[in-house]
């Protein structure tokens, strides 16, 4: 069963940098498009950046130019880089893998997902 777990969250101020890292378990992992969601305090879980199996990538229009996804199937691990981080930033992150080659912003899209990390931005 894959499984995947979340590092390098932690607690930054704005303007700072974080890398997080997803590792998963599995030989499925270079077949299938990640994606990074967050979940704010009382708001709803939001998607954040895509990467396909061939490695296009998408971001949001609020990360745009500040974060950066990448994947390294070698090591099964996709990461996002996190520049130039904002209080707004604050989120639990999840990784999550999806269900094809294709990144798709919508939960369900997604069938294995990480247990998530904390990012917290102080202003």
């Known amino acids: 069963q894959v499984q995947l777990a979340e590092s390098g969250g932690g607690l930054v101020q704005a303007g700072g940098s974080l890398r997080l890292s997803c590792a998963a378990s599995g030989r499925t992992f270079s077949s299938r498009a990640m994606g990074w969601f967050r979940q704010a305090p009382g708001k709803e879980r939001e998607f954040v950046s895509g990467i396909s199996s061939w490695s296009n990538t998408y971001y949001v229009d609020s990360v745009k130019g500040r974060f950066t996804i990448s994947r390294d199937n070698a090591k099964n691990t996709v990461y996002l880089q996190m520049n130039s981080l904002k209080p707004e930033d604050t989120a639990v992150y999840y990784c999550?893998?999806?269900?094809?080659?294709?990144?798709?912003?919508?939960?369900?899209?997604?069938?294995?997902w990480g247990q998530g990390t904390q990012v917290t931005v102080s202003s």
């Open positions: 999550a893998r999806s269900r094809g080659s294709w990144y798709g912003q919508a939960g369900y899209e997604y069938d294995v």
